[in-house]
């Protein structure tokens, strides 16, 4: 019963970190093509996100086998240090942007903004080379880090076929919701799901560091539980800090 | 003039440059502290066999970590 609970505790949490991380990752990917495709033609939009689609299954299927290797304390140590300086990023920039100190990211603003350069770089041919560039960088960039999630999770957690599927899941789901309602992705509340998303990585970052360097966490991976309460708590504190210390503050272009 | 890189510097060069923007970017601090934390961690848990010392101090780095990146930040806002 224990041993279920604990398991159970665990895969919620990667579930969670995995799916939303993807879903959020998926939303400004789709942005870029959405852009590019109305602007400059389907067909250069498609064969970027193909070519970086193509890119990105390359690395899995060269770095995924080769971190199944790696000892699994110098993985978890490793993979915990990336997670926590990752979310840590994460979560910084959430908490910024939900006080009001930094912009929320807009993707109506996104798609305004990419659209605009790419009509100010002229008539489109008939293979249009920077439709295709932009449409590459976008996916490629996004999608390299839903790789490192996917992998550097489902690894330490000896569970990368579940997160593989978790990623899959949620990239279809936002892509098919992206193009049925085509340019509203500005609804999806972003922030809180980075928020969500860098509460979790900051979780399994400190448990997976811990871990790598031998510490017995009480209740296993129950912990994680408690660290996920703690870091939600922290991120309240600071959120209703800032807004009460920085009332007037405007907010800045977002990154 | 600058030469022309060729395809191998330019795709090293390139990775280098994603991991650096990856973990450091605009928050060194941040780096800087999951370091430190490795290194505390490492000396409490490896060399000292502090179970539970380490079991507090770990996450009690990483959310003063956080509340100085997130003063940091703060700060570097009202000076615009």
Not at chain 1, 74 to 80: F, K, S
Not at chain 2, 1 to 16: A, D, E, I, N, Y
Request: hydrophobic share 60%.
């Amino acid at each position: 019963m224990f041993f279920a609970t604990t398991v159970s505790t665990g895969v919620v949490v990667l579930v969670g970190a995995v799916f939303l991380a993807c879903a959020v990752e998926m939303v400004e990917a789709l942005t870029i093509v959405l852009a590019v495709g109305h602007t400059r033609g389907w067909r250069s939009a498609f064969e970027g996100t193909g070519m970086a689609l193509v890119a990105l299954a390359a690395l899995v299927a060269v770095f995924g086998p080769a971190l199944v290797h790696v000892p699994i304390s110098v993985l978890r140590l490793v993979v915990g240090g990336v997670l926590l300086i990752f979310g840590m990023q994460w979560l910084r920039k959430a908490i910024l942007r939900a006080s009001g100190l930094k912009a929320l990211h807009n993707e109506d603003e996104i798609y305004r903004e990419t659209v605009a350069e790419l009509k100010a770089l002229g008539s489109r041919v008939d293979r249009d080379h920077v439709a295709f560039v932009m449409a590459f960088k976008g996916v490629f960039l996004e999608g390299l880090e839903v790789v490192i999630t996917v992998l550097t999770l489902g690894t330490s957690a000896h569970r990368l076929g579940l997160a593989t599927t978790v990623a899959a899941v949620a990239v279809l789901l936002v892509g098919i919701v992206g193009v049925v309602v085509a340019k509203q992705l500005s609804n999806v509340p972003e922030n809180a799901m980075k928020m969500s998303v860098g509460v979790l990585l900051v979780s399994y970052g400190t448990f997976w560091t811990g871990e790598g360097l031998k510490v017995k966490w009480p209740g296993n991976d129950v912990a994680l539980l408690l660290f996920v309460a703690l870091y939600v708590v922290v991120t309240w504190l600071l959120v209703v800090m800032l807004r009460r210390e920085t009332p007037s503050i405007s907010s800045e272009v977002a990154a | 003039m600058t030469k022309k890189q060729s395809l191998p510097v330019r795709l090293l060069k390139g990775f280098g440059m994603f991991w650096w923007d990856f973990l450091v970017g605009d928050t060194p601090e941040l780096f800087i502290a999951a370091l430190v934390i490795i290194g505390v961690i490492a000396l409490l848990s490896l060399a000292g066999h502090f179970n539970a010392a380490a079991v507090v101090v770990l996450p009690l780095l990483a959310v003063s970590a956080l509340t100085v990146s997130v003063r940091r930040a703060q700060r570097a806002a009202r000076r615009k």
